[in-house]
């Protein structure tokens, strides 16, 4: 079974400043996909970023990226030049399934951005 | 764009009653998905499938079923709705295997009386 733990409820972040969102997981497979996913107040949840286990490269898209420590089954998000649309729930999920199984998602945390 | 609806965003029922809640997305996905999210548990998938007429148990089926008897609708069903059963539920699809972007809905906000 697979386990993905989020350690921090609710982050608080200048805006402009960067910050970090930490995720641990647990696995026993070898090949497996990691996700951040936001979901703003009152809106849909939409990935922010994906990284695939076998990749050494850590991933990045725009002012989101990854760092991906995969012997310490490590993935924090980071968050530069933190803007006010940035605020939301963010969940670390996993995935490892060989089928169409769902994925397996931490607690979440909220993040908040002081203007 | 991918979109994913749910037939409600807000839902009030009592105790006992049969519920159905639908998604529909419109963009041929092979799988969909069911989670309940709840504060502090984040989500928690209750049921897949990956095909018409195809389902599979999540991590917390009791008390749920489902149904899809066409591609782009996938429902879930209370048969018995328990207050316990309160809570935000999320529909979502993706193409091919998990691996892809899991697009998901608004989400239906069901509180059982």
């Known amino acids: 079974a697979q386990t993905v733990t989020q350690s921090q409820p609710e982050m608080s972040v200048q805006e402009a400043e960067t910050v970090t969102l930490s995720c641990t997981y647990d696995?026993?497979?070898?090949?497996?996909?990691l996700f951040w996913y936001k979901q703003p107040p009152s809106r849909q949840m939409i990935l922010v970023i994906r990284?695939?286990?076998?990749?050494?490269q850590n991933a990045t898209e725009n002012r989101f990226s990854v760092n991906f420590q995969k012997a310490a089954k490590s993935f924090s998000l980071k968050i530069s030049d933190s803007q006010l649309g940035d605020a939301a729930m963010y969940f670390c999920a996993s995935y490892s399934g060989g089928g169409a199984d769902g994925l397996t998602f931490g607690k979440g945390t909220h993040l908040i951005i002081q203007p | 764009d991918v979109k994913v609806t749910q037939s409600s965003r807000y839902l009030v029922k009592r105790t006992g009653e049969k519920v159905f809640l639908e998604c529909v997305q419109d963009m041929d996905h092979e799988n969909m998905f069911w989670y309940r999210q709840d504060p502090g548990l984040g989500l928690r998938l209750i049921y897949f499938?990956?095909?018409?007429?195809?389902?599979e148990k999540g991590d917390i089926p009791e008390g749920y079923s489902v149904s899809r008897e066409k591609k782009e609708r996938f429902s879930l069903i209370l048969e018995s709705a328990s207050t316990n059963q309160t809570s935000m539920y999320l529909c979502?699809?993706?193409?091919?295997?998990?691996?892809?972007?899991?697009?998901f809905g608004p989400g239906t906000r069901l509180t059982v009386t």
């Open positions: 990284q695939e286990a076998y990749k050494q």
């Open positions: 979502a699809s993706s193409p091919g295997t998990a691996l892809n972007e899991q697009y």
């Open positions: 499938s990956y095909d018409v007429k195809m389902k």
């Open positions: 696995t026993s497979e070898s090949d497996y996909y």
